[in-house]
């Protein structure tokens, strides 16, 4: 068992070390190869990306519906079929495929495909086929099947555990401005699901049908999560990179990428949802190299589960373990031990962080700057976070109330001593 280690280092000392390539993982590769490899791709990464321009075109509508492919809107209702894929964590989520209001599928470029009117699973990729069964050819790019869109959805119960789809498109909008990596979520209207039960998470296995026809289920206010585009560096079979193995590692690692492993640490109590495990965290490819198709030139290590945002990793609050989207749990949790920069919340066992450097608090300041009121107030506005905890006639007092609690963690981070 690793020992506990703050996360502060004498960061001139070190430089990049790394021993050997980032090579694109694949399914013949060996397991001891894929540990090593991991390895090498960690140290490698770059904990932060670059953040959005403030100033630019378009960045106060980003701020309401990320960039996709699929022409999917924020705020507006969708129309799917339901598809069974193994579903992991404990939050309420399903998989279906995107269609109109009529059922008819589109594919993977978001294009309509009205010859199409079933569903294959081969391994982890679904196709459409046309009614005797046969899979649609594909005539615009490669692979020789055209795939169906397939969205993964957050619904919520409003129980407090299952709220997700509020916590996960809020935070993932914060994040996307300070420049830490995770995948986007996109806030419905409604979705309307073309062989759904009420409850798909619980287990259904095959699409409801009623009457020789798909049976409709509507959830509201759920939302769709896009995936941060980059080729994941991991087989399905391994964890992807926890906080134990970057403190093995963290003699190979840069000074520079100290600064943005402790920034991303600060951004994640920040939010407190806080990745505690290595199924909380991921490492993809950005960008391959330009000789060397099969080596990873950029990686990314990024934020898979961001959905335990806005509550308490501290005990409990009002009988619920862990909270989310709990505005009154958010303002209580202190991201610091008093009048210092050690987390208030840590793992006995060492596997996160403990402190962090006043480099990283300032560089931390620094990316939050983008926080303005404006930012926050449309995020909040967006993600609908505020039906959370208020009705809806008090949606707009609510969102500047949750616009002033993000903003009081981020004064907190500012008082913070690291000396």
């Avoid at 399905?236 to 690692?253: E, I, R």
């Avoid at 898979?304 to 501290?314: E, P, Y």
Wanted: net charge positive; with cysteine; hydrophobic share 40%.
């Amino acid at each position: 068992m690793i020992k506990m280690l703050p996360f502060v280092f004498a960061i001139a000392m070190f430089g990049v070390t790394a021993s050997a390539e980032c090579l694109i993982t694949n399914d013949t590769m060996p397991p001891a190869l894929l540990t090593a490899n991991q390895k090498s791709c960690l140290i490698q990464a770059n904990f932060l990306i670059q953040q959005p321009d403030s100033a630019a075109q378009g960045f106060r509508e980003q701020l309401i519906t990320p960039e996709n492919s699929e022409g999917l809107i924020n705020g507006k209702p969708i129309h799917c079929r339901y598809i069974y894929q193994q579903q992991n964590g404990a939050s309420a989520k399903f998989r279906c495929a995107l269609t109109n209001e009529s059922n008819q599928l589109y594919d993977d470029d978001g294009q309509l495909a009205a010859e199409a009117s079933q569903l294959i699973t081969e391994d982890d990729d679904v196709f459409l086929a046309d009614s005797s069964g046969a899979k649609l050819a594909n005539t615009k790019k490669s692979g020789k099947f055209r795939k169906a869109r397939i969205l993964k959805v957050r619904y919520t119960k409003l129980d407090g555990r299952n709220v997700e789809n509020y916590t996960s498109s809020a935070a993932s909008r914060i994040l996307w401005a300070m420049g830490v990596a995770s995948h986007r979520n996109i806030m419905t209207e409604r979705i309307s699901c073309f062989g759904c039960s009420k409850d798909p998470f619980k287990g259904q296995k095959a699409s409801v049908m009623q009457a020789g026809k798909y049976a409709v289920e509507v959830f509201p206010e759920a939302s769709i999560e896009l995936k941060f585009a980059g080729k994941r560096l991991y087989s399905p079979l391994q964890k992807p990179w926890d906080w134990a193995q970057l403190f093995l590692l963290q003699k190979k690692l840069s000074a520079q990428q100290i600064l943005q492993a402790e920034t991303f640490a600060l951004v994640t109590h920040f939010l407190t949802f806080t990745s505690t495990n290595s199924l909380q965290n991921a490492l993809v490819c950005t960008a391959k190299s330009k000789t060397n198709s099969n080596q990873c030139e950029t990686v990314v290590a990024m934020s898979h589960d961001i959905g335990a945002a806005f509550g308490t990793r501290i005990g409990t609050a009002n009988g619920k373990d862990h909270p989310r989207g709990d505005i009154a749990a958010y303002r209580k949790n202190s991201i610091f031990k008093k009048g210092t920069c050690e987390f208030a919340y840590t793992k006995s066992d060492g596997t996160l962080p403990i402190k962090i450097s006043d480099q990283a608090r300032s560089e931390f300041l620094q990316r939050a700057k983008i926080l303005d009121y404006e930012t926050l107030r449309t995020i909040v506005s967006a993600s609908k976070l505020s039906r959370l905890n208020f009705s809806q006639n008090d949606i707009h007092v609510a969102d500047d109330l949750w616009v002033n609690a993000i903003t009081e963690k981020i004064q907190e981070v500012a008082s913070a001593s690291c000396k």
